[in-house]
């Protein structure tokens, strides 16, 4: 597998020259920090589906109207992901991060003050903006960072950051919002992002090169080995993107089209299930707080396992396509089949515990999906997952909607029909159409060369 060194820097960055044998552990922090950001554009783009029922109340809101506030957010968010992804490519992952976690810090205050559908709308509006080029960028960053063999386990963890701010999020808003009501939730997570950007701008670095905790061995490992032993170069300069033969590329679109998929199932969790749990399962605020968690909790099981079960398959046998698909295709079968009983059960325990068995079968494939942009893509991963999430985004804000519309009319069960139809197409896009093998950027092979 190829793996690009390309940097976004001007200048010949700093190569360690110390002869210890063991790796430093640097890369480890950084992804610690990188995952602190998926923690926070969670807990940010889920705090409301939690005061969701109080603001609908306090602005006379029907659930149609919720549901197109709720999917605003995924429109803006759709429209940021292929400039986020470009501008952390083109000009390197700190500077644009950190202007995502000051923008992260402003977007919860405009929710805190809106005063009806309207300024829900923007805050929702400039929250998808803010978040858009969080994970193609960071994506970019992580490409950098880590070898090709542990690309599966790093979205994973990521991932599984973001599945975790799911999980507390319910609890830690409703403790806020009985406290001191619901725009103190928007208050409290304002924070995080500030506090974020500050500390990401004195500890991440674009390169391990240029960091000063990067031993040799840690490098030799990330960046690989010449065959005279000497560490694979780092190439210097700002990468023009290849936008047709990326946007031109069939495997591009299919790699959107499977995570269009996954996207569309995972949203309900961030949109509608607080209030599904609520109002048609008849949980109380504590009860939310605990057993709604389990299906979230599955996930981050799920994303940790495909990304490493992925790496593993890998390593073991050097066949991405195996590797990857092995992971993805199972998924997504077994998790539209969970989600019909999950439905249909007059039980509300059977139908958390299905949902989470559904949910941890989705996840496993999440890291997977990010991993491929990385193979496909590599030193333009950042614009190639953008065009993937942004894809993805559209679809999710249609789950917003769709779940609201029906749920308004009072049908409870047959949203999650269309969730297990649209799982089985993403299983049958993995099983024929995608090939981590096939590059978007580089020109298509030609017969008999």
């Not at 970019?140 to 690309?151: H, I, K, N, V, Y």
């Not at 409290?188 to 950007?197: D, I, K, P, R």
């Not at 996207?263 to 607080?274: A, D, E, H, R």
Request: charged content about 10%.
């Amino acid at each position: 597998m190829n793996q690009s060194t390309e940097s976004q820097q001007s200048s010949q960055p700093r190569i360690p020259t110390d002869s210890a044998s063991r790796p430093t552990k640097t890369r480890w922090w950084i992804l610690f920090l990188i995952s602190l950001l998926y923690l926070i554009t969670y807990m940010d783009r889920g705090n409301i589906s939690v005061a969701a029922p109080e603001i609908a109340r306090e602005f006379h809101l029907s659930k149609t109207a919720m549901g197109l506030i709720l999917g605003c957010f995924t429109w803006a968010y759709a429209i940021g992901q292929v400039p986020g992804g470009w501008l952390g490519d083109r000009f390197g992952p700190k500077k644009v991060l950190i202007g995502i976690g000051c923008a992260l810090g402003m977007a919860p205050v405009l929710n805190a003050v809106a005063i009806g559908f309207n300024s829900l709308m923007g805050a929702r509006f400039f929250l998808g903006l803010a978040e858009a080029g969080a994970f193609p960028v960071s994506s970019r960053g992580m490409q950098m960072w880590f070898a090709p063999s542990e690309r599966g386990r790093i979205q994973g963890i990521t991932h599984l950051f973001s599945r975790l701010a799911v999980a507390l999020t319910p609890a830690f808003a409703a403790a806020i919002m009985v406290a001191f009501g619901w725009r103190a939730i928007f208050y409290a997570c304002a924070v995080f992002g500030f506090v974020w950007a500050i500390v990401f701008k004195f500890l991440y670095r674009n390169n391990p090169e240029e960091h000063k905790s990067v031993n040799r061995a840690e490098l030799a490992h990330i960046r690989g080995v010449n065959p005279d032993g000497t560490i694979k170069a780092l190439h210097i300069g700002r990468p023009r993107v290849p936008w047709r033969r990326i946007l031109g590329s069939p495997n591009m679109w299919y790699i959107a089209a499977g995570w269009c998929c996954f996207f569309f199932g995972s949203n309900f969790y961030l949109t509608w299930y607080p209030t599904y749990l609520r109002e048609y399962r008849h949980m109380s605020l504590v009860k939310l707080g605990f057993l709604g968690a389990l299906p979230i909790i599955a996930g981050m099981a799920g994303d940790l396992l495909g990304g490493v079960a992925t790496d593993g398959l890998l390593v073991k046998t050097g066949n991405a396509k195996l590797a990857r698909r092995v992971v993805a295709v199972p998924g997504f079968l077994l998790a539209g089949l969970f989600v019909i009983p999950a439905a249909m059960t007059k039980s509300p325990l059977v139908s958390v515990l299905c949902l989470a068995a559904s949910f941890f079968c989705l996840e496993v494939m999440n890291g997977v999906a990010w991993s491929v942009c990385m193979d496909v893509g590599r030193q333009f991963s950042g614009t190639v997952s953008g065009v993937m999430n942004m894809c993805g985004a559209f679809a999710a804000s249609l789950t917003a909607i769709v779940y609201g519309v029906l749920f308004d009319k009072g049908m409870w069960i047959a949203p999650f029909f269309v969730t297990a139809g649209v799982m089985f197409s993403g299983a049958l896009i993995w099983t024929f159409l995608i090939d981590p093998n096939v590059s978007v950027i580089d020109p298509p092979a030609q017969p008999g060369s």
